[in-house]
């Protein structure tokens, strides 16, 4: 079965560095994790040996023992925790490739739920999104091959492909009877890790989908240009569906929103990581920033955001720096190192876990928010019909001046299309309200 972990199908459904991995050289260490050798029962080696060669001797077909020792790593990995694995020579190659604006693929950011591979999040624009495909399918199969007796990596080795090449899923959907087919061509599918839109005059809100390099200074130039053309009230930054991404980027952001004098309550802290293997041990200390003081703020998580997502948001809560509202975060708190077993393959291991500034375990706990939103939504055609009783319905009602606010169709609309981001702004107007 599909074992459960979090995956983010970026850079063509393939693995790459996420916040949840942590090499060597992010804490400029060199990692040696076989200084002597072990102490291991000859008895327990020589039942090992057995079972490897009754299955290379008498298996039905012919597997090397290369093979099978590879697999019996892989194995004994897995079995550990959802996180631990084994990377062979493409695997590893692959982990070292850098997050990306851009891939060859289909769009969809994908967990797994239940032992299911599900999609998470469709990408706006993209072939997925095109052809259909919605956050909570559950894909079951792929082309023609199920899904029941796949690992992740493999299953997402039969997802990816070459550009212009067609993948046909076979998905889940909740409310439909029967299985649904979607085949799709697979494109270059340009990515934004920030992206920042005003639905309300001074109130911005910043979207980040991923934790890409030089995040910090896209908020930064982004949110410049609104601060160029008028002041802002308010922000709300919106983590949700956010898998996670590069761990120093999450302690970049969290420093842009506190200053110097605000990180002094925590010794400037945003995250540390602990665990019983030293070198992957670290506390890591974030820059603060006068660039975004005394502006109130909201953070919007919900179950999709994880990992980086969710040491932001806890450290922000932790500060008491912003309110934190939407749904309990996934709870990926959980630090995998890899250690290398020669030039060609590596063993990635959970080493540690991490801890907020105030001393909080994320993992399997999430972050809870603050002001609990469930995920809603509103029936226009209800509010349509509410907002047009008022006293202008009343016979020989006394004519006012026209002075209808030029944001209400604008929030109708907001309300409709994304009710949680509608409440969070509320949240915020009410806290600049009171700031006052």
Known sequence: MIRRTLLTSLLGLALSVSSSCVCASMHNNTITPLQHKPSINKKDIDHFFSALYTTHRFYIKSVSY???????IEGMLTKLDPHSEYLNEDALSALHTNVSDHYVGIGVELTSINNMLTIAVTLDGSPAKKAGLKADDMII????TLLNDLSISNAIKLIKGKKNSFVTLTVLRKGEKKALTFKIKRKIVHYNSVSVTEPITGYPV????IFQENLREKVKTAVSAIKNKH????LVLDLRNNPGGLLNEANALVGIFLTEQELKKFHGESVSIRGRYPQANDHFIATGSDFFKNIPMVILIDHGSASAAEIVAGALQDYKRAIVVGQTSFGKGSVQTVLPLNKNSAVKLTTSLYYTPAGREIQAEGIQPDISIPKLSVNTQTDDELDSINESNFKNHLLGHKAKSKNKKANAELATHDYNLY?????????TILSH
């Open 206 to 209: 910043v979207h980040i989908a």
């Open 231 to 234: 002041s802002i009230s308010g």
């Open 141 to 144: 199969k792929v082309n023609n």
């Open 423 to 431: 409440q969070a702004l509320i949240i915020l107007k009410s806290m």
């Open 66 to 72: 290369k093979e099978l020792l590879d697999d019996a």
